[in-house]
């Protein structure tokens, strides 16, 4: 007898660590995993920690029904520069779009420091081909297909892999790309190929181009990625569907994102953002600033009234993406990240990072840089073990490798290791205050979500620097991001750049407009086996006044009227730059369509009375001012609903380390998240 396929199982790869959580959807009990990751075949962690829960578990790799991932190769590919080779096809007299870009500076850089950096495809492997299409998408000129051919034959001479498409006014008319493609998978079949127009068709033909380049660019690794997954699956005797976790939140199938890799862009932190928000909701709160700190990155968002914020303004590295993604500010903070003392005398922490392989030096696995990890088993902040005691901490090897940066500074190995905590920490606050306070935000108002493995060590620290006086900490911080993929449902984006003043918009253009967005969700739909009854939509368009550069999405009006459209953008402008202009032309340049399939939730366990008598499992010195000090150390499973813990304390779990500063106090809510309260 066949067993019921019960178990759905979300990986997420990180960095440093690979987590894993198993769920029974119908009981609602759940088991986690974390494992080393193994950054040359990711691949191989992604099913050792499969195996590993359902061994946890005592369950079948039969009864899964579902597997979610997320995943950071398209990322890394991008950050490092490892993309495919790649040719650019386009109109003929824009061969320069990418190399020009555009005449800003990235927010942060210095104008007389800044150098452009070297753009993914170089102007010797960008080929030009005549037609034009106009604005509206009427064709002026046909396509030289000629030109298309010799394009094939000589990007493949080169040595290419892949081709991206772009052509002058493809998001109004993908005519000319669609005869292109077809030629060049005539010509050349061994190459990837990706036209804008299936990426990202909207006005702006630098960010539209990138796109293309950088999807295309990530094709080949991507898709071999997934096949190597798809064939351990198999190998486990798991048939269950592969969906992935794309930056805007959602998942796709694996053929979606073989189709457009870039999606995945931002998929693990986008999943820690979901199950934030989950934890969150099911506690009563609204306003939330999540940090995810792992072992590379720290990744924040904020949340108001309970709403995970979508931007098309985002960034991949020096790179402009503007696909929908869930608006985050990411900076290299993590556990991993390595102190430096600078031959000016000064010492900076990250953004490199010792990763999972060789790790921080108190790893023992080779790792010799100090990190901030080392830095916490220096001041006594992690006990002697992680994982559950499957992974051993050499305190000696910490405090030698801190030693090398305390004595060129002068400094103790306290001194030393509070300043690299205190630099790590500063560098995440002025993260937050990004998403905070530079947007109208007051950090006090709102709760501290942090998670990751590292996160909850910070959470004290990091609190008191903004001000804020509650932390929430998830039953399972350190596996928060795989549980987020429990809680996502089936998204994706439809686009269509329209660039009209709302005074003169055609509403029968507009409505035309949305009918074909929604005939496209519908196909998606289909092609996803996503039920009627499980199927939404929703209508944004993207506006701004008369000669901005940057849009702002606003819903659309059920009724359709521009009235209210106007209205409503006009209070979104003052709510986040403090002004509007009514005297201005508001302007609609692209209506989106955000179709959602629901995938059924996963139940959310609840704290019991815990035990007392075992709940406190030892104690261990952590240095104070100079001085050893005893604080006890607790094992949270034995934490229920009844704990209350004044600190300084530990409290260790699997996945994750709760540091509790002196000055908080600790309380468990009923669905087994720590409330942590500034006493």
Not at 197 to 225: C, F, H, K, Q
Not at 328 to 341: E, L, N, Y
Request: aromatic share 4%.
């Amino acid at each position: 007898m066949q067993s019921p396929k019960n178990l759905i199982v979300a990986v997420d790869i990180g960095g440093t660590f690979t987590d894993i959580t198993l769920q029974d959807i119908v009981t609602g009990e759940a088991w986690t995993a974390k494992t080393p990751s193994t950054p040359r075949d990711p691949s191989e962690a992604f099913i050792t920690g499969v195996l590993l829960a359902l061994n946890q578990a005592g369950r079948s790799a039969t009864e899964i029904s579902r597997v979610l991932h997320g995943t950071t190769v398209a990322t890394n590919l991008i950050l490092e520069g490892r993309t495919a080779a790649t040719a650019l096809l386009t109109t003929a007299g824009f061969r320069h779009v990418l190399e020009i870009g555009r005449a800003d500076l990235p927010r942060r850089d210095n104008l007389w420091g800044w150098v452009k950096p070297k753009r993914p495809v170089p102007p010797s492997l960008v080929f030009e081909a005549s037609g034009r299409m106009d604005a509206n998408g009427v064709e002026l000129e046909p396509l030289d297909t000629e030109a298309v051919r010799w394009a094939a034959h000589a990007a493949a001479a080169a040595g290419v892999k892949a081709i991206a498409i772009c052509f002058l006014h493809a998001f109004a008319n993908s005519a000319h790309e669609r005869q292109a493609l077809e030629i060049l998978r005539a010509e050349v079949p061994q190459l990837a190929f990706s036209a804008s127009s299936d990426v990202l068709p909207i006005v702006r033909e630098y960010e539209r181009s990138m796109a293309t380049v950088l999807n295309v660019g990530v094709m080949p690794a991507v898709s071999t990625y997934i096949e190597r997954l798809e064939a351990r699956l198999k190998d486990a005797a798991i048939s269950a569907p592969l969906l992935l976790m794309k930056s805007n939140g959602g998942v796709a199938g694996a053929a979606a994102i073989r189709r457009a890799p870039v999606q995945t862009a931002l998929s693990g932190p986008a999943a820690g953002v979901v199950g934030a928000r989950m934890m969150a909701e099911a506690a009563g709160i609204e306003d939330i600033i999540t940090v995810d700190i792992g072992g590379t990155s720290a990744d924040i968002c904020l949340m108001s009234k309970g709403k995970i914020g979508l931007t098309q303004t985002g960034r991949v590295g020096p790179w402009p993406l503007l696909l929908p993604m869930i608006d985050m500010v990411t900076i290299g903070a993590g556990g991993g990240s390595i102190a430096q003392c600078q031959p000016d005398g000064t010492l900076t922490v990250g953004p490199q990072s010792a990763g999972a392989d060789p790790g921080p030096a108190g790893y023992a696995r080779g790792g010799s840089a100090a990190t901030v990890t080392d830095a916490h088993l220096v001041l006594g902040h992690l006990p002697e073990s992680l994982l559950g005691g499957r992974m051993k901490l050499d305190r000696k090897l910490a405090l030698g490798a801190v030693d090398r940066i305390a004595q060129p500074l002068g400094l103790t190995l306290e001194q030393a290791a509070r300043g690299i905590l205190a630099i790590a920490n500063n560098n995440m606050v002025g993260a937050i205050r990004v998403v905070s306070v530079e947007r109208g935000h007051d950090p006090r108002d709102f709760t501290l979500v942090p998670f990751g493995g590292a996160g909850p060590l910070h959470g004290c620290a990091l609190a008191e620097l903004l001000g804020m006086r509650r932390i929430l900490v998830p039953p399972s911080p350190g596996v928060l991001c795989a549980q987020g993929l429990l809680a996502a449902d089936l998204k994706s984006d439809f686009t269509m750049s329209i660039a009209e003043t709302l005074s003169a918009a055609d509403p029968k253009r507009i409505r035309s407009a949305f009918t074909s967005l929604d005939d496209a969700a519908r196909l998606w739909f289909e092609q996803e086996s996503v039920s009627a009854t499980e199927q939404s939509l929703r209508r944004v368009a993207l506006m701004r006044y008369e000669e901005q550069g940057h849009e702002l999405a606003i819903d659309w009006p059920v009724d359709n009227d521009f009235d209210v459209l106007a209205r409503h953008f006009a209070e979104a402008h003052k709510a986040l730059y403090g002004f509007d202009l009514p005297e201005v032309a508001i302007e609609i340049v692209t209506l989106r369509v955000e179709a959602s399939g629901t995938l059924p939730a996963p139940a959310l366990g609840r704290a019991g009375q815990g035990d007392p008598q075992r709940a406190q499992i030892g104690a261990q010195m952590m240095i104070f001012d100079g001085r050893e000090r005893s604080v006890p150390v607790f094992d949270r499973k034995y934490l229920g609903v009844e704990s209350a813990i004044k600190g300084p304390a530990i409290i260790t779990q699997l996945d994750s380390t709760v540091l509790v500063e002196n000055g908080w106090k600790m309380s468990v809510h009923d669905l087994g998240a720590i409330i942590l309260e500034l006493v």
